[in-house]
C-alpha cells in the first residue's frame, strides 16, 4: 500500500509536490502504482484549507479566490493506455473533524435570490454532522470525493477550452483558463490548464453523491497511466448542491485501481460511468424513504409557459419551493438553501409531460434531530 | 366505504357517468364523500382499454388518439372550499393482470431517435411484471397513479389555456384543448377543457413514481369539493418516463382524503407536494441500490457546449449514454428505450458546477433475472 | 392454474372434502398438479372459522377444543417420491379483513402466570392490522402460513406417535392422537392421525414467521405426492409466538412446487429448511431495526443459578422482562403477553456463555402508533 | 474528552493501572467522568494480545488460560447511585486490523462434536473481514463490544458466587473465582472477584451483536460510580456465537453516560436492556434478509423426544443441520463451525407448539464473495 500524506496547516502551494489544482497532461505523477494496488491519498478541502473554525462571513471576502479544487495526485497506473476503460473503486472515504457550507454571492443556482455571503460551520464527530448555524439539524456520513478525475490529453485539452470559450462568446458561463492561484504556478500549464470546476469527459468534479465507499468509477483512459488526482471532500450533499457547496471537507480516501483494457475503445465510452453494490451506502435518509417532496415545472414567475427545453426552470421552481416549505417550518431562507444543498435531492419525475416537465425536490425528514 | 366499479371491457365513452378525460370546473360529481372517509376507485389504463394483449405495433394506429388520461371521478369533498390545503393518503394501489410499454412516433423525449412504433406486453402477477419482448427482465411492484388531481377553477382554466397557447404560438409544444375523443362529449367542457396530458398546479399527470401506496399527496383546492380524479396507474416506472409511456395498467385505488383548512391561502403553496413515510415503498431496486449509472453534460453531439439553462440536454446525453451501455449488454436499442422508460431514474447530481451541470442515469441491476 | 376454493361461512367438517386437521399418509389428495404449476388455497384460521368478530371470552369456553388446524389439501404432486427434497415457493400469500390473537388458559409459553382467557380481535385493512383491544399499536402485514406441510410416511407415523408417547409417559406434554374434532371423522385416520399442533420432520405448524410471500420450503418426501397441506394463516407474528397465537386468520397462499430428485436422500436431509432472497419481506419493524431489548439468563425467581441446559428457562425471563417493561409503559399485563405475541422476537445472544446464556427479546418501537 | 490509551504490544498484566479481568467492587476507577460526557476507551483482545498473526493451534496450547476478558476501565460515572439506571450509549466501535476466531476443545456449543482446536485468522480492512482459513467468505463490519458492564455489589458478589457454585455442586457448568491469570492480581480481589465469562446481572459478556454504534445500553447501578468497564470487542458474530469465539479483536470504543435517576428502583429492573435506533446497524446481511435456515427441535439423535424445556437441544440441532448444510456446500466441519459462530443467528421460531419447540439457524447467502 503506498499512501500519500500531506500537512493540512499547509496551502497546497506551499507542498506542490503533493498535489495540483488545474487539469493537464504534463502535470508529473506523484506516485506511481499497479493494478490492484490500493492507495492512500489524503485530501484538501475545496477552499485549500482557507476555510477555518471561526471564521465569519466577513472574513470570506480576503481569500484567494480561484484555488478549487486542490488535489492530491497524480497517480500513475501501469499499464493505463487510451482506449482503456480506468476503475476507480473507493474502498474508503474518511471525514476530517471540521467542515462548511457557505453561500458564494454570484454563484450558485439561485444566485440571483441569494445575493449574500453566508457561512456555515459543522463539527463532524461519530458519522454525523451538526452545525450552530443550523441548529436541530443533524446530516449522517455520506462521504464522497466531490472531485476525482484523469488527465485530459493534449487534443482533449484544446478542444474542450475551444468549446468553452465559444460558450462564453454566445454569453454563457464557463470558467476559462487563469494562473491566478495555479498550482503548479507559471508556465504552460498554469496558463492553459483547465479549470476544475466543470466536470467533463475526464469526470472531475461531478459531485455525484453516489460516489461513496463501495462505489466504482468508470472513465476512459486519455494519457499513458491514466494521473488520477482526487480532493474536494464532501461529507454529504443533495444531488444537485445547489448552493454551490455541500459539506466540505478535508478527507482521506483509500482507492483501488483496475484496467478494463480497450473497454472504452471497444464500446466507444466518451463519459464517466458509476456502480454500486450497495453495501455501505447512507442509510435511508439520504436515499429518502421518508420524505417531503415538492414539485416545479417549467412556468415562469410571471406565468409564463415554457415547455421541455426548460427542465432547468422547473428544477429551479423544485427548489424554491421547498424554501418557502422550509421558510415556513421555521428557518431562514439563508438556512433553507444551505439544508437544500446538503440534504435536497432533486429528481427528474418526468421528461415527457410536455410542456410541463417536472422535477421533484425531495426533502429526508431524518435529518431533524427528534 | 364507497367505491367506484367500472367495466373495463367497456371504452369510457360507454360508461360516462363513471369518469371523464379534460379537467374542467363544470364536471359534476360522481360521488361524495367526508373528509376521513376511504374510497375506492376502480381505473382504466390510459389507452382507455384499447390496447390489448396479442395486438402488435400494427394495430396501435387504428387507435382513437385523444382518449388520454381516462380517469374516474370526480369525487366531491364535503368541506373543501379553495384555500384548503387537500390531502389524499393512498392506502393500497392494486394492478390489474395486463400491462403494456409503447413507443409512440412523435412523443417520448427521444423522438427524434425513435422514430418507429413499439409494443411491450406485460403479465403482472404476484408482484412482478415480466414481459415476453423483453426477456429476462422483471419489474417489482411499485404501483402508483400516473394521473391524480382535482379540478381547476374557471379562472385558472382561462389563464392555463392561455398560457399554453401562448407557448405554442412561440414554436413550443402543448396540447390545446381538442373535443375529438373528449369525455364528457359535446359542449363547452369538451370544448374547453384542459387535457391531461400536462400536469399543472392541480396535479394531475405528475407522474411522480413515489406516490405509492402509504404516500400523501397535498393539492391546493380551487372549487367547491375540490373534485378529485385519479387514473392512469402505472406497475412501475422510471424517474422520467423517457418513452412516454411506464408499464401501463387499470388499476384500483384505495385513498382518504383530509383538508388542511385554509393552509393553501396562509402558506402561498400553489404547486402540489407529496411525502411518504417510507413504509410500502418499492425495495431497494426500484429505489436502487446495486446500481450502474451513467452521466450527461450540456454538450452537443457536435462538440458544442452548452451551460446551466441546457439541463434538458445533459438528461438528453445521460440518457443516450445509458441506452447505449443497454446496447452494449445485447439489448436492442428499442428494448432499451422501454427499459429505461420503466425502471431507469434520472436525478440531477449537480446544477452548479457551470458549464458543465449534470444529469446522471441510474440503472437498478436487480430487474435482470439471475 | 388450478385452486381450491372454500366456504369460510361453513366448518371445515362441513366442506371435508377440501381439507383435513390431522397428517395421515392415507388421506386422499384433493388436486393433482405438476411440478412447476402455480396452485392457489384459500385456507381457514386456526379456530376453524369458529371465532367471529363480537365474540368475547366468555364465548370461548363452548368452542370445539381439537378442530386445530383446518388444513387446506392435501396437493399430490406428480413426480414426487420419497428421498426428493420438495421446494414449495410461495408466491403470494393474502390475508382475509379480520384476525384473531387470544390467551388459551393451559396452553402457552406463560400458562402458569396467564390463567385467564384473553381475546383480542383485529382489523386488516390495507397492509395493517388493528385492534380495539390494543388500541395505539398497528403491526404491518408479514402474512405467512404458520401450519404447512407433507404426509408422514406410515413407518414416521408409528415412530413419531411412539416417541411422543413415550414422552409423555415421562411426565412430558405433548398432544396424542385424539378423534374428537377429527376431519376426515371416524376411522383409522380419525384414530391414528398426528395431531398438527408439533411441527415435525414434514414440517407442518412450524410457525417460522419468515414463511412470508417470496420464501421457498423445503421438506423431504416422505411418500408419492409428497401430499402438501396449508393452513393456520398468521398476518403478523413474534419469533417464538409466546401466547400459542398470533394475528390468526383465514388466508390464500398461492404456492409453486419444484422437486430435487433425490436430493434429501443424497444428503441426508432429515428436517426443513427455509430460504428468502428478500424481496417483499415484511419492512424493518418486523426485522426490527428501531428496537428495545430485554434479556433473560437461567437464573430462577429465587435465585437458584442452573445453565446451558436451561435456554428455555433464558427465553421464560427475557420473556417475562418484556412484558414488564411493556407494564411499565403503561399497558395491562394481558395487553403486553398479546403484543409479545404477535410482535416480540426472540433471539439467542449467547449459548456459550455458561452458565449464562442468554436470549434477548427485540420489541420493535415501530408498532406503536404516532 | 477523556481518553484511556493503551499499549497493545504488553499484556494487561504489565499495564494493570489500565484495566481488570475480574469483576469486584473494589477496583479501583481510573477514570472519572461527567454524565454526558464523552470517553474513549482502547481495548485489548479477549485473548489478552496473546494470539498474533502467524500462529497455529499448536501454538493456543501454551497460552495463559485465565485472562478473559482483559477489560479497559473501571470508569466512575460521576453522581451513580444504586437504584439509577445507567444508559451507555456507544457513539463509535472502532476495529483493530487483525481478528480471529477459535474453536477451544471443551468450549464451545458443539464441545463434544468439535475435539480438536481450530484457528482462523482475520484481516480487517475497509469495513470487511477475510481470512486465508476460510476463503470466499467476507464479513461486513459490525464491531460491538463482547463484554461491557459494571460493577456489582458487595452482596451480589457474595450472592452470584454461592448460586454458581450451587450449580456446580448439582453437576452444572460455571466459572468460579480463581486467581490464576487475575488482574489485579494477588489479595482479595483475585482471590474472590467473579470471572468475566458468564454475563450476569451487571451485564458483563452478554455477547449482544446489537450492540453496535449507535446502540444503548441500560444497566442498574449498583455501587456508587457505577463502575464501568468494556473490552471484548467483536468485528461481528452470529446471534448464539456458537464456537465461543466471534471475530475476536482489539477496539476503540467511544461512549457517552446518561444516569436515569432511582428508575432501575422505581421499576424493579434488575437485568440489563439496550436500545437500537436502526442507524449505523449492520446492513441486510448481518441481520439477513437473503438466507437460508435450517431448524432444530428437541429430538435426540436416537429418536427420543423431549419437550418445552429442551430448547437448548433444538437449538443444538438447528446448528447441525447448518452445520451439515454447509458441508454440503464443501466446507469442512471445522470452517462450517466457524462459519456458524461468526455468522449465523439462532432464533426461537416458536416456544408453544409443544413438544417441537423449533430454533431456526440462518445463514446469510451475502458472506459468500461472488
Redesign the interface.
Known amino acids: 500500500m503506498q499512501s500519500v500524506e500531506i500537512d493540512r496547516s499547509k496551502r497546497l502551494k506551499e507542498e506542490p509536490e503533493k498535489g495540483h489544482n488545474r487539469w493537464h497532461p504534463d502535470i508529473p505523477p506523484i506516485l506511481e502504482v499497479e493494478e490492484g494496488e490500493e492507495v492512500v491519498l489524503e485530501t484538501r478541502d475545496a477552499s485549500d484549507c482557507q476555510i477555518q473554525p471561526g471564521m465569519t462571513e466577513a472574513d470570506l471576502a480576503g481569500l484567494d479566490a480561484k484555488v478549487a479544487h486542490p488535489l492530491t495526485g497524480p497517480v500513475y497506473i501501469k499499464g493505463a493506455e487510451p482506449g482503456d476503460l480506468l476503475e476507480i473503486e473507493y474502498?474508503?472515504i474518511v471525514a476530517q473533524p471540521r467542515g462548511w457550507t457557505r453561500n458564494r454571492p454570484g454563484?450558485?443556482?439561485l444566485r440571483d435570490i441569494f445575493t449574500e455571503p453566508y457561512l456555515a460551520h459543522w463539527q463532524i464527530?461519530?458519522?454525523w454532522a451538526t452545525s450552530p448555524q443550523i441548529p436541530g439539524v443533524r446530516i449522517?456520513d455520506g462521504s464522497f470525493m466531490g472531485t476525482a478525475g484523469i488527465a485530459p490529453s493534449h487534443e482533449q485539452l484544446r478542444?474542450w477550452a475551444a468549446?468553452?470559450a465559444?460558450?462564453v462568446s454566445r454569453g454563457?458561463?464557463?470558467?476559462p483558463p487563469d494562473p491566478e492561484d495555479a498550482v503548479p504556478s507559471g508556465g504552460t500549464i498554469a496558463e492553459m490548464g483547465l479549470r476544475t470546476?466543470?466536470?467533463?469527459e475526464n469526470c472531475g468534479?461531478?459531485?455525484?453523491?453516489?460516489l461513496t465507499?463501495g462505489s466504482r468509477l468508470l472513465i476512459p483512459v486519455n494519457v499513458a497511466g491514466a494521473l488520477y488526482s482526487a480532493g474536494d471532500g464532501h461529507f454529504a450533499q443533495g444531488?444537485?448542491?445547489?448552493?454551490?457547496t455541500a459539506i466540505e471537507m478535508g478527507a482521506t480516501a483509500?482507492v483501488r485501481f483496475k484496467l478494463l483494457k480497450g473497454a472504452a475503445a471497444r464500446?466507444?465510452i466518451r463519459?464517466?460511468?458509476?456502480?454500486?453494490?450497495?453495501?455501505?451506502?447512507p442509510?435511508?435518509w439520504a436515499?429518502p424513504?421518508?420524505?417531503?417532496?415538492?414539485?416545479?415545472?417549467p412556468?415562469r414567475a410571471d406565468?409564463?409557459?415554457?415547455?421541455?427545453?426548460?427542465?432547468?426552470l422547473a428544477?429551479r421552481?423544485a427548489l424554491i419551493?421547498m424554501i418557502?416549505?422550509l421558510q415556513?417550518r421555521g428557518w431562514s431562507k439563508e438556512q433553507a438553501y444551505i439544508i437544500c444543498s446538503v440534504a435536497v435531492?432533486?429528481?427528474?419525475?418526468?421528461?415527457?409531460?410536455?410542456?410541463?416537465?417536472?422535477?421533484?425536490a425531495?426533502l429526508p425528514e431524518d435529518i431533524f434531530q427528534g
Open positions: 474502498l474508503d454563484a450558485g443556482f464527530e461519530d458519522g449522517i478542444a468549446r468553452e465559444d460558450l454563457g458561463t464557463a470558467a470546476l466543470p466536470p467533463r468534479n461531478v459531485d455525484a453523491k453516489q465507499k444531488d444537485s448542491e445547489c448552493c454551490i483509500a464500446h466507444n463519459f464517466p460511468r458509476y456502480a454500486h453494490p450497495g453495501y455501505f451506502l442509510p435511508e436515499a424513504r421518508n420524505f417531503i417532496a415538492t414539485m416545479g415545472m412556468i406565468g409564463t409557459q415554457e415547455g421541455e427545453d426548460y427542465l432547468t428544477a421552481n419551493n418557502e416549505l415556513d435531492d432533486l429528481k427528474i419525475s418526468n421528461i415527457v409531460d410536455l410542456p410541463n416537465v417536472t422535477v421533484s425531495f
